[in-house]
């Protein structure tokens, strides 16, 4: 659309509807109106239209462009920010400060309102707690003493399970509160080492003898009377030092990590025995410890002394490995608003790590009661 002038009056050679309303029509040929014409036709307003009204018409174009070119960067500046603002998948980052947590850093586990638990806060003995959007941790509890933390569950009620690899104990901590109560405790047991919690929450718990170089599990439920009892699950195959371990997503394979042999095997759960044992993964001896299954059944696996989280299929192929700030990842925890955030306890440093991931953590999903 041109713009033209004539004399000091400037009209569009396209527009007869405005110069209608001032009761003139731009002659054919798109010519401009002669400057000296008074538009008597329209009573005598017509001069006053031609300078003060058409000067409005050229400058009226040139904010309502400015606006729409600005209206226009601005939508593309906010559609840039979700792809700016969104982190990586897979891409690790440090979380917490170093030295928060001691060389026995542990059992990270999310609650329901995103609060992230780790064991041996400043201390042995101790359970720090980092909130969401927290740049550090804070003490939350302590355990009777003498009794150490190994690892933390949180239940779909709120409920939180530690295992005390120590006095052979799990603690539970009501939702609300912050004092450990005993539930269950074994004389016979090594050590409750790692623990993980089926949907009708029954403990499921690794035991490893280590100078024995041998492991079994625990599985621990409420008998008729309410109170929690424990029994050593029998298996066809004697275990190396049982540690990492977890559930399958529909809660009837148990995987369990032997540290000595650097072994993954799974088992079918028939009530307390643990049945067609099945070596799926093999990494170098003594370089896994945690592990986690997420709601689509992959492991993550904590390469300690390697610096890596491992994703196997469920098969027990890698399909990924995560590279992590820090050499010695002891376990990891999904949380976040979605679950797909995983959080990585590491011994060299003393802090917590996290990087974003796929699909949500099997834990998670119980949790929010959606599996």
Same mark, same amino acid.
């Given at each position: ?76 500046s906010l559609a840039a920010v979700p792809a700016l603002a969104a982190p990586k998948l897979f ?126 599990? %625990? ?45 993954? %095997? ?106």
């Open positions: 659309m041109a713009i033209t002038s004539n004399s000091n009056s400037w009209c569009r050679s396209d527009d007869t509807s405005v110069n209608r309303r001032v009761g003139k029509a731009a002659p054919s040929g798109g010519a401009c109106p002669p400057a000296g014409d008074t538009g008597a036709d329209d009573g005598g307003h017509g001069a006053h239209e031609t300078v003060l009204g058409r000067e409005q018409r050229r400058i009226a174009p040139l904010p309502t462009l400015r606006i729409v070119r600005w209206a226009a960067v601005v939508m593309l891409e690790s980052t440090q979380l917490t400060p170093s030295g928060e947590y001691t060389f026995g850093i542990e059992g990270p586990a999310v609650d329901r309102e995103g609060n992230l638990f780790v064991v041996n806060f400043g201390k042995a003995g101790t359970i720090g707690k980092l909130a969401p959007e927290a740049a550090a941790s804070e003490k939350f509890t302590e355990l009777p003493e003498g009794s150490i933390g190994n690892a933390i569950r949180i239940d779909a009620t709120g409920t939180m399970f530690v295992a005390d690899y120590k006095r052979h104990n799990i603690f539970a901590i009501a939702p609300g509160t912050t004092e450990p109560r005993l539930v269950f405790h074994a004389d016979d047991m090594s050590q409750p080492n790692d623990i993980t919690l089926a949907r009708d929450g029954t403990i499921y718990a690794s035991d490893p003898n280590w100078k024995a170089r041998s492991g079994r599990i %625990w599985r621990i439920a409420k008998g008729p009377d309410g109170a929690m009892q424990g029994v050593s699950m029998t298996a066809p195959r004697a275990m190396g030092t049982a540690n990492g371990i977890d559930l399958s997503p529909d809660g009837r394979t148990l995987y369990v990590g032997e540290s000595n042999s650097g072994e993954i %095997w799974s088992y079918l759960i028939q009530g307390d025995a643990l049945a067609q044992p099945r070596l799926i993964a093999r990494f170098e001896p003594n370089t896994i410890d945690g592990l986690r299954t997420d709601a689509s059944g992959r492991l993550f696996v904590a390469r300690i002394l390697k610096g890596a989280i491992a994703v196997l299929a469920p098969d027990g192929r890698v399909v990924r490995e995560i590279t992590l700030k820090a050499k010695e990842p002891t376990n990891l925890a999904f949380g976040g608003s979605d679950g797909k955030t995983v959080f990585v306890t590491q011994r060299q440093g003393g802090f917590v790590e996290s990087f974003r991931t796929d699909v949500e953590g099997r834990e998670h999903c119980l949790q929010m009661r959606k599996c």
